[in-house]
């Protein structure tokens, strides 16, 4: 499979993934169900390392608190916990769609979103993959990835809902 292919299949996942999680974000609020605005960047931060091979847990913890209309909604040191995808793209490992954020009462927010790089792990404001898919890891033997403890990342929000 060419590098051109790979991308084109990723761009359309990210697209049906996007327009899926709109569906769902519409039928959340005709439900009066509390939810995070569509988009919302979510920081956080590794707290294990993830290596491609195998669908492995992601747990990251966040970063900073999430605000909505001068409420908060995610508490800085809640907790992210997913699944990465086993296969890496390039220097990439990305997750499945779902994740649940732990907050410190035993409360659970159940999301849909995407893993997105965040590179401003020096404090200047953003770096060069800042943003973009998957989190960027260290090759190593030519097709395996590892993302290592500590690694800074976003949670791109698509849908949220408080667990039924």
Not at 55 to 74: L, M
Not at 118 to 127: F, I, K, L, W
């Amino acid at each position: 499979m060419t590098y051109d292919t790979i991308m084109r299949i990723q761009k359309y996942l990210i697209t049906i993934t996007a327009l899926f999680g709109t569906l769902l974000s519409v039928n959340a609020q005709q439900s009066d169900l509390p939810t995070i605005p569509y988009g919302r960047l979510v920081k956080a931060s590794l707290i294990n390392a993830v290596e491609s091979g195998a669908a492995a847990p992601v747990i990251g913890v966040v970063s900073q608190d999430v605000w909505v209309n001068g409420k908060k909604i995610i508490p800085v040191n809640s907790e992210i916990h997913g699944l990465s995808q086993p296969e890496a793209i390039r220097d990439r490992i990305a997750c499945n769609n779902q994740f649940v954020i732990l907050f410190g009462n035993g409360e659970e927010l159940r999301v849909q979103g995407v893993v997105l790089d965040r590179d401003d792990a020096n404090g200047a404001g953003y770096g060069p993959t800042d943003g973009s898919y998957g989190m960027k890891g260290e090759i190593i033997k030519k097709t395996f990835v590892r993302v290592p403890s500590g690694h800074h990342f976003y949670l791109y929000v698509q849908t949220a809902q408080p667990k039924a």
